[in-house]
């Protein structure tokens, strides 16, 4: 069976520092991944999503990057934190992005101070 | 644009009540709908999806839902809740083929009194 992991699981940062969020995917090759920002009261927005290996697709720009070194990890990034960076990162993977549904992670909750 | 709306942020029903959370969504042509539930501390999970055919789709623990394309809606229903339903339902669409993302509505929090 399919599994999926994000560490950590809470982060409390200060501004300006860089940040590296981690997701993992066990029992499947070649998934879709994507990672998500949840904020209480306006669901689910989609930050990126990556077909392959180094194919990384950004739906909102922003001061987050993404990369996939490799075929079942997806890491977030960024080089100096905002405030507004603070909220709950989701990652997900799917079979494919055709009528295939999505499964999360248990995400990591992200403090920016 | 594509856009799902959810119009109850919270819902709060005792035990046996009735349920119906609405959706909205606006898109061009065929769209996927899907359900999502996220229970406290734990991961959000797929509740129910429509592709095609019977518009009315039954998902796990007693939901379903059902899609009228003429009023671009996909609204959720139980017809009796439990306490263990408490919890945050996203729903969520996609264009159809093999190209669109999925679009999430805000969420209803559904608050279940014993």
């Known amino acids: 069976s399919q599994t999926i992991h994000q560490w950590p699981a809470t982060l409390v940062q200060p501004v300006g520092s860089p940040l590296s969020l981690e997701c993992t995917v066990e029992g499947t090759s070649n998934p879709n991944l994507y990672w998500y920002r949840q904020a209480a009261g306006r669901g689910l927005q989609l930050l990126f999503y990556?077909?392959?290996?180094g194919q990384i697709s950004s739906e909102v720009p922003q001061n987050l990057s993404a990369s996939r070194p490799q075929d079942r990890q997806f890491i977030l990034s960024s080089k100096k934190l905002l405030l507004s960076d603070s909220g709950f990162y989701l990652c997900a993977w799917s079979w494919g992005q055709g009528y295939d549904e999505q499964f999360f992670g248990p995400g990591t909750r992200l403090t920016v101070l | 644009a594509q856009s799902v709306s959810q119009h109850n942020h919270h819902v709060i029903l005792s035990e046996a009540a009735s349920l119906e959370l609405g959706c909205n969504y606006s898109y061009g042509g065929t769209v996927n709908l899907f359900w999502y539930v996220q229970y406290p501390g734990q991961h959000l999970q797929l509740l129910l999806k429509?592709?095609?055919?019977?518009?009315l789709v039954k998902g796990i623990k007693g939901f379903e839902a059902e899609f009228i394309k003429s009023k671009f809606s996909f609204n959720l229903r139980k017809p009796s809740v439990q306490w263990s339903d408490t919890a945050e339902y996203f729903c969520a669409a996609r264009g159809g083929g093999s190209q669109g993302n999925l679009i999430f509505g805000k969420g209803t929090k559904l608050s279940v009194k014993p």
């Open positions: 990556s077909v392959g290996i």
């Open positions: 429509y592709f095609s055919g019977d518009p």
